[in-house]
């Protein structure tokens, strides 16, 4: 168990519907990474928050969007889903956000996403 | 645009044999991290190797990394089924971004 926590485990939805993906970090790690893994693209890094702050953007569509609370928590909004937006989404977290070489993400466990 | 590429793809090996997963990169980086993922679960970090010549061992695996070459290599020694699992390197660019881009993985199938 990595102490990043991420729910709901499995989401289906239908195309165009809206979903919101909740991950709470390691207690202590400011940073939280969100990734997209999908049999085609691989691994995929979206985007990171640092202490509330958005500091590095991947290969994130404009329909997705995310936040950091002051609580360390953090939201990946999926908007207008299609079906090719199914995949597996992963949260991490790391003590420093990448300011420390050393500073190793932990994973959570991922939600599920089907879009029928 | 980084590039990182791993081969192989897929491995089966036999246990109690030796094999090296390779992780090569395009573009400058002083960070490389190495992933273990089980089907079906998330992502374990093995080792983080932040210098030219670093070396990590833990039990069967060695992980190297060669800056210059911009290649990592997993070393895997006297292989047992428990190391079957799908193996990622991942690499931030030294730029001072924190895009982290992963590997495409290898696929590791260790045969009794």
């Known amino acids: 168990d990595s102490g990043v926590t991420q729910t709901p485990k499995h989401l289906i939805t239908a195309t165009g519907q809206r979903v919101t993906l909740r991950c709470s970090p390691r207690?202590?790690?400011?940073?939280v990474y969100w990734y997209q893994q999908s049999l085609d693209q691989g691994l995929q890094f979206l985007i990171q928050?640092?202490?509330?702050?958005?500091?590095a953007k991947g290969n994130i569509l404009e329909r997705f969007s995310a936040q950091q609370f002051p609580d360390l928590h953090s939201e990946l909004n999926l908007s207008s889903l299609e079906l090719g937006d199914s995949a597996l989404y992963f949260c991490?977290?790391?003590?420093?956000?990448?300011?420390?070489?050393?500073?190793?993400?932990?994973f959570g466990p991922g939600t599920r996403l089907t879009v029928t | 645009e980084l590039k990182v590429e791993q081969n192989p793809l897929f491995l089966s090996m036999q246990e109690g044999k030796n094999y090296t997963i390779y992780c090569n990169y395009s573009?400058?980086?002083?960070?490389l991290y190495w992933y273990r993922q089980d089907p079906g679960k998330s992502l374990e970090s093995l080792f983080v190797?932040?210098?030219?010549?670093a070396v990590k061992q833990e039990g069967r695996l060695m992980a190297s990394l060669d800056t210059k070459a911009r290649l990592s290599t997993l070393h895997i020694t006297a292989a047992v089924h428990d190391l079957s699992a799908t193996y990622f390197c991942?690499?931030?660019?030294?730029?001072?971004?924190?895009?982290?881009?992963f590997g495409t993985g290898t696929r590791l199938k260790v045969l009794a």
């Open positions: 573009t400058t980086s002083d960070r």
């Open positions: 207690s202590g790690d400011l940073s």
């Open positions: 928050y640092y202490n509330g702050e958005e500091r």
């Open positions: 190797l932040l210098s030219n010549g």
């Open positions: 991490a977290s790391s003590p420093s956000g990448g300011t420390s070489g050393a500073d190793e993400q932990y």
């Open positions: 991942a690499v931030a660019p030294s730029s001072g971004t924190y895009k982290y881009i």
